[in-house]
């Protein structure tokens, strides 16, 4: 009797105008949002590739002709701009996506997007993401919001449940049925996208794309579970398919505009940090501190003779300026990543910014992707790091007394760039995606469980007549 049920809804919602009109809306926003994302992509691309070119030669040149400057400069890393970006930008244009670092440390990071325009970086891109949290979470609860509301004004509510069937094989019936209907959009439209990116040849279908892609759709799938068990939460709720309709759109409004942009209200109001300002200040009475009370000669520079007794106070100086900065900024990004992950935590009421975040773990972007090449970075620094005291050790012309930020006490020898260490990012691998994932696949679940638990009281009590 279930599998009836479920072929009947279907059938209904498939000859229904809003499946009709929702389709085309579905398949359209999936072609042209992938070929806006792919020519965005391209852009990007080129940027990024011109700025990878430069870094690389810069550092080539500092190699080949003095390795102590390669360890001292500060340079910054341009994260790779991600192939899978037409399935979820992951707001990455609000994220930093620049480390600056040395040999000696990985400094802080920023956001650089080059933009021709910055105001553009305002707008969101219609991936797959924003089309099923924005038009087919809204579609989920168009074909929801009058399942038993609107069939008991017809009359047809009391005369399916006239048949041998269970209040409960109807609401789940009719809740399963939303879904597939859902899911069938959902793949034809991931279909169009995927064709539009076969042709254009910029991006390359591989086993790990797919299994993305097969993740995303894992996500999107609980998501409609959950937005079709609030559409029908509000459907059993009233006798009257307008006042549902009303409902839906208020959890509308509060899960896609209220809480999500509420986040930043709860971060200063709940989870506040002290301030970028705040911290440079006490950068600076660090090192007022320290060179009020450094020996006399400290500041003593002969940049011609790196055996000057005096580079080493220097050198020791500067060092402390560094681990005094490190002392104090290391504290605050720990905070500020507290901060952000809070937040994100009070965002969950909302089925919107869950599947958000599950998109994010599904793509291996975001918040994850950045989280993880900061971690990355700091191996790679000290692994740079080791490669340049070990050529220090071995150059009898070094006096060997470092200095984080000048070359005046180190080895100044040139080295082939063949043999120095390069980063190599690396994406989130299945386990860094499956961690970050499954505290909103959980709590995505148990909201899905509590809607329809509640949906199934409210309904086992409704007025039929």
């Not at 049925?177 to 034809?188: E, N, S």
Request: with cysteine; glycine share 4%; charged share 20%.
């Amino acid at each position: 009797m279930l599998k009836a049920v479920i072929l009947r809804e279907i059938q209904n919602h498939l000859f229904n105008l809003r499946f009709q009109i929702g389709i085309l809306v579905v398949v359209s926003a999936f072609a042209i949002g992938t070929i806006s994302s792919l020519k965005g992509q391209e852009h990007r691309m080129l940027q990024y590739t011109d700025f990878e070119s430069q870094f690389r030669e810069n550092m080539r040149e500092q190699a080949e002709s003095n390795v102590g400057r390669l360890a001292v400069d500060k340079r910054i890393y341009l994260m790779k701009p991600r192939q899978n970006s037409f399935i979820a930008d992951c707001k990455e244009t609000y994220l930093p996506n620049v480390i600056e670092f040395s040999a000696w440390e990985v400094s802080t990071f920023m956001n650089k997007r080059g933009s021709a325009n910055p105001f553009l970086n305002k707008f969101q891109e219609m991936n797959w993401t924003f089309i099923v949290t924005v038009i087919m979470g809204f579609l989920v609860l168009l074909f929801t919001f009058d399942s038993v509301s609107g069939e008991k004004e017809a009359g047809t509510l009391s005369l399916t449940l006239s048949n041998p069937l269970s209040r409960g094989t109807v609401l789940f019936g009719k809740w399963v049925a939303t879904v597939l209907t859902t899911m069938i959009m959902l793949v034809l439209g991931i279909l169009i996208s995927m064709l539009v990116v076969t042709i254009s040849g910029q991006t390359v279908l591989t086993a790990g794309l797919i299994l993305e892609i097969v993740g995303f759709i894992l996500f999107a799938f609980i998501f409609f579970l959950n937005m079709a068990a609030i559409g029908l939460l509000a459907s059993v709720m009233t006798r009257s398919a307008n006042v549902s309709l009303l409902i839906c759109l208020s959890a509308w409004l509060l899960f896609a505009v209220i809480i999500p942009n509420s986040a930043t209200f709860a971060a200063k109001r709940f989870f506040s940090i002290v301030s970028s300002q705040a911290v440079d200040e006490r950068v600076d009475q660090a090192y007022d501190d320290l060179n009020n009370n450094a020996p006399e000669g400290s500041w003593s520079y002969r940049g011609s003779d790196p055996f000057y007794p005096r580079h080493e106070l220097r050198a020791d100086l500067m060092m402390k300026r560094m681990e005094a900065r490190q002392r104090i900024l290391k504290p605050h990004i720990q905070e500020m990543f507290r901060q952000f992950e809070r937040t994100r935590m009070a965002t969950v009421a909302s089925p919107i910014c869950l599947f958000e975040y599950l998109s994010e773990s599904a793509v291996g972007g975001g918040y994850t992707r950045f989280r993880k090449t900061w971690d990355d970075m700091h191996l790679y620094q000290a692994r740079l790091l080791q490669y340049f005291k070990d050529l220090d050790a071995a150059d009898d012309d070094s006096p060997h007394w470092y200095n984080p930020v000048e070359d005046i006490s180190t080895t100044r020898k040139p080295v082939p760039f063949s043999s120095v260490p390069l980063f190599q990012e690396t994406a989130p691998d299945i386990s860094n995606r499956i961690d970050a994932a499954l505290i909103y696949v959980l709590v995505c679940v148990l909201y899905t469980v509590i809607l329809f638990a509640l949906s199934f009281v409210v309904f086992i009590r409704y007025d039929v007549r």
